[in-house]
T-cell receptor
Framework: SQQGEEDPQALSIQEGENATMNCSYK?????LQWYRQNSGRGLVHLILIRSNEREKHSGRLRVTLDTSKKSSSLLITASRAADTASYFCATDSPYPPGGKLIFGQGTELSVKP | DTEVTQTPKHLVMGMTNKKSLKCEQHMGHRAMYWYKQKAKKPPELMFVYSYEKLSINESVPSRFSPECPNSSLLNLHLHALQPEDSALYLCASSRLGVRDTIYFGEGSWLTVV
């Protein structure tokens, strides 16, 4: 079963605009990871945020985590056409050993030039 | 170097064939994963290896047989597959488990005819 739900399912914006994607999850987590996937390709790791962190930045990316609401958001600022991809959040489940990384349904982002 | 290498990139096989997917990483990671991804869906966990031992099998049919010959290699042996097994198969690795960043390969596109 999938742990995360993402919102919106699809997002279309113009180049230069900001894009915000949201992720909600159900159980307690140790960390949450965001990935990008270009069509037909593998997943590229963007950011890992731990449960004791509230915000992380990486270049044009900003991730927030609210453990009380069991939600996270990914903000891409000044978007580019090359940001067009699917974005997934993934959470670890409290399942030893090794553990599971469970993905949300993903958001399809389209950035129009 | 954060590279997970998967071969082959594309594979077409008949339902009576035996084939293998291969995955390699040289990051010293001790956890390795196989995921299956259908079009427009999130990746779904199949197997987890921790310190070269199978730690999680997500009730995957026996026509999929994983193998971890050493700490750098992960194979997925395929036999008597069905057309519905056609998908993108993703290999991933992490330092110790899901509390660390998980790195994915580009995937192997499998078509079963």
């Amino acid at each position: 079963s999938q742990q995360g739900e993402e919102d919106p399912q699809a997002l279309s914006i113009q180049e230069g605009e900001n894009a915000t994607m949201n992720c909600s999850y159900k159980t307690s987590i140790n960390n949450l990871q965001w990935y990008r996937q270009n069509s037909g390709r593998g997943l590229v790791h963007l950011i890992l945020i731990r449960s004791n962190e509230r915000e992380k930045h990486s270049g044009r990316l900003r991730v927030t985590l609210d453990t009380s609401k069991k939600s996270s958001s990914l903000l891409i600022t000044a978007s580019r056409a090359a940001d067009t991809a699917s974005y997934f959040c993934a959470t670890d489940s409290p399942y030893p050993p090794g553990g599971k990384l469970i993905f949300g349904q993903g958001t399809e982002l389209s950035v129009k030039p | 170097d954060t590279e997970v290498t998967q071969t082959p990139k594309h594979l077409v096989m008949g339902m009576t064939n035996k084939k293998s997917l291969k995955c390699e990483q040289h990051m010293g990671h001790r956890a390795m994963y196989w995921y299956k991804q259908k079009a427009k869906k999130p990746p779904e966990l199949m197997f987890v290896y921790s310190y070269e031992k199978l730690s999680i099998n997500e009730s995957v049919p026996s026509r999929f047989s994983p193998e971890c010959p050493n700490s750098s290699l992960l194979n997925l042996h395929l036999h008597a597959l069905q057309p519905e097994d056609s998908a993108l198969y993703l290999c991933a690795s992490s330092r110790l488990g899901v509390r660390d960043t998980i790195y994915f390969g580009e995937g192997s596109w499998l078509t079963v005819v």
